[in-house]
């Protein structure tokens, strides 16, 4: 639900009559081609691993009940009206606290309440992005991220991560490849913890060797961390901006922590962007919901919030182990990511296998996954798959592992008995592609 | 708190170290240049006359509640969760029934929910505007609506208004006129119904007139109609939406029937551009609040929403006879525009007084209005004021319409001390401009 495959676009065509009215950044507006198989996918039968949509019955339902009363109970009126375009206060001095464990100081004055952190990746976007201007990010990458930056007609170039994250030596060699053609670079957009969709985090050495490449090159950085608490065992490096305010738009969101369902997120970014950022957001929507606001203060006020992160990363912890045990014992001979917190991992497939032609006969299989090409701006991905662990109860992995095993050895067969003998082992014998072979 | 007044420009400066970074758009994001103003004016001492906030304590709470913890019991964990990008099917059916009140049919696939039709109006400008494509509206219009408009680099073409609305004739002279200079007309952006802020209503013979017009020359109709259900005897004339559906983007919202908290509106648009606006609306927030959408959808399900709209008609209508008679006790020589409903009564000031300059002194004086240039994007509107009756009690409204006479007397004491006793009559009697002087 949470994401589109950023594959394919709509543009007008001669059935509609506002077809020559259209700007031209529309034509960089994509629909998605698996919409229509996600649609099928959504049927009760069906195992979805393709959707990012966090576990919301993990949260007991009384705690947000208690907090909607008391709201509704003690600031009504203003729960119900217009509030500032930059947030309620009281909140923006919470969200300060939930940033603290990821080791951020920072002033309330300097966040800003967004629809969800998706709409503080649009402002900013707007805000930065010329036609033609380059966002850095890496490969691969948030596919609704990409359709933002598409949105507004940035190129997105995509530097290659291993199991480390972003590696900063390919970082290094795309600015200088891309300032040898004349290319200006707006931002790097990077998802340091829990990678969506490798399921890696970056290593902490790397964390200030890239924030030190983006200031040498006078590049922003746009941190988006909405995992960054669901870690399972310890926590994930602290983030970049704890290191540097200066060069860093950090993106959170409740989404993953609460519920998505309110829409709340936050940017905090330097002084001079913040500003930009209320204008454009009281351009967008006057101001964010002050009931969405408030009730959230209020749960973060009243209820014990880290316990609830505990549980959700009890709920996510099992889950993530139950599909890495199911994928040993149905694809031993494949190669997958190990994240430490999150949502994802990132499967690679035998050579010769295409991630988007196999999933119609994935769904045929009553299995779902995101074919790798939604998350690269230049048709890369074709070797790999998504599978969310997020939403699926731990049964439902294993059904569906084993279901997407039967349709990958079924490729397989169909691959061996047109190719011959010769080529088996190059067939069965995953690339030594992202993710490397030796990280499971 | 709705709105800021479209005056002044905030760019970068050199203390902020992103300044070369931003697109060029951003120039065009607006900050208001009254906002410390308001700022002081939300003193409770002084008395406002300048915000759009609806009076939601006129909404008994326990409506709300119950739709709350209605949604909560039944549907808490599709509350909490993602949603569709185009809203949630249930409330776009009921958004039918609000919509047939004003004569509309339409299907509820062709509607979209928004975050507030604030978030339409930006999302089909994004749809629609490429740097320098004008925006036709009218003189004045909607201040926050021209700063979307300016914040994707369109140019604001005004057509004059009178007390019917916009004026055809004009419409016509000023398409003509646009095209013989090459310019590329994107859509004429109007509100027909108790304009925000001229207080008047588009007569039924010129809403023909005008879809006419916009037919002819290929010009879209984007239709605000944020207020059209509060009328205070009968109905205004039925909507453009409803005499024309390939030509018109209709824009409504619940932030004045219920309450903006919420942030709920919507988009009926053409087929075509429908398929866009959901496409432009994931990019932006992946999908609106489900929890905002079934506490609305319940409320119009459970709570008798049609009595509720007429207890606002009632709170309204009796705000703005108490305007329009302390406007009749204490500025009598003036000239004002007679709402036949919403929340915004046009005030035109004597000749040489400018409503911005004495804003300050209005506000030492403990009264706040909006000066008309905020509703202008080419410095009209000085000799205006934007009175708003929705918000403050009948009983602040004489008192605020009282200090605001003393205010104008004031300037005009001082105008006649120095241009001395030839120019009096000049000074006393308003200027023949919109309002014409017969409007009272």
Known sequence: MSEKANTGRTTGNNLDPWYHHYAQRTAGLSASEVRALFAVASRPEVVSLAGGMPFVSALPQDLVTDSLNRVMRDLGPTALQYGSGQGVPALREQILEVMALEGIQGSA??????TGSQHALELVTKLFIDPGDVVL????????????????????????????????????????SLKAAGKTIKFLYTIPN???????????????EILEIAKQNDILVLEDN??????FDGPPPQALRSVESDGVVYLG???KTLAPGFRVGWALAPHAIREKLILANEAAILCPSSFSQLVISEYLKNA?????????????????????????????ELSWTNPTGGFYVWLTLPAHLDSKAMLPRAV????????????????????????????????????GVRRLATVINGELDLLETFAGTGSLDAVRTPRNSFPPSDMH
Not at 194 to 208: K, M
Not at 309 to 317: A, D, L, S
Request: glycine share 8%; with cysteine.
């Open 109 to 114: 004055d300097d966040v800003i309440v967004t």
């Open 137 to 176: 990010a890496e490969g691969p990458s948030y596919v609704t991220a990409m359709v933002v930056f598409n949105s507004f007609q940035a190129e997105v170039d995509h530097v290659p991560m291993d199991e480390w994250g972003l590696i900063p030596e390919a970082l290094r060699e795309h600015i200088a």
């Open 194 to 208: 829990f990678h969506n969709p490798a399921g890696v985090t970056l290593s902490w050495e790397r964390r200030l």
């Open 226 to 231: 909405p995992y960054g608490l669901l870690y």
């Open 253 to 255: 969101t409740f989404s």
């Open 304 to 332: 014990d919030w880290k316990g609830q992160i505990n549980t959700f990363r009890g709920v996510y912890r099992e889950r993530k182990e139950t599909m890495l045990s199911a994928l040993s014992e149905h694809l031993p």
């Open 364 to 399: 045929t299989e009553l299995v779902a996954y995101t074919p790798g090409t939604a998350f690269y701006a230049d048709g890369g991905g074709r070797q790999n798959i998504r599978l969310s662990f997020c939403y699926p109860t731990p049964e439902s992995i294993r059904v």
